[in-house]
Nanobody, 112 residues
Framework: QVQLVESGGGLVQAGGSLRLSCAASGRISSINVVGWYRQAPGKQRELVARIDSGGSTNYGDSVKGRFTVSRDNAKKTVYLQMDSLKPEDTAVYYC??????WGQGTQVTVSS
């Protein structure tokens, strides 16, 4: 059984930072593409950041230069460092592992 657990969400003021974690367990390879997505109320889920098995990354245009995705394969954990947060970053953030498995989501709220 595969399980993804996201953590690190919360309430922060604009300009602040948060670091999200996505920890995988079960029969799943640590070396898979992992994506962070977010969904705000009334909006479609969108890709925030993605990291492949080789460590190459790509980001959504709205977060480039502010967010950084990284991974620790030994811990089967992927991180999303979010800096210079804006109110429009408010959403539920999800991680997706190997383009198959989804976490339960973690709420990020940025106050103005």
């Amino acid at each position: 059984q595969v399980q993804l657990v996201e953590s690190g969400g919360g309430l922060v003021q604009a300009g602040g930072s948060l670091r999200l974690s996505c920890a995988a367990s079960g029969r799943i390879s640590s070396i898979n593409v992992v994506g962070w997505y977010r969904q705000a109320p009334g909006k479609q889920r969108e890709l925030v950041a993605r990291i492949d098995s080789g460590g190459s990354t790509n980001y959504g245009d709205s977060v480039k230069g502010r967010f950084t995705v990284s991974r620790d394969n030994a811990k089967k954990t992927v991180y999303l460092q979010m800096d210079s947060l804006k109110p429009e970053d408010t959403a539920v953030y999800y991680c997706n592992w190997a383009e198959i498995f989804w976490g339960q989501g973690t709420q990020v709220t940025v106050s103005s």
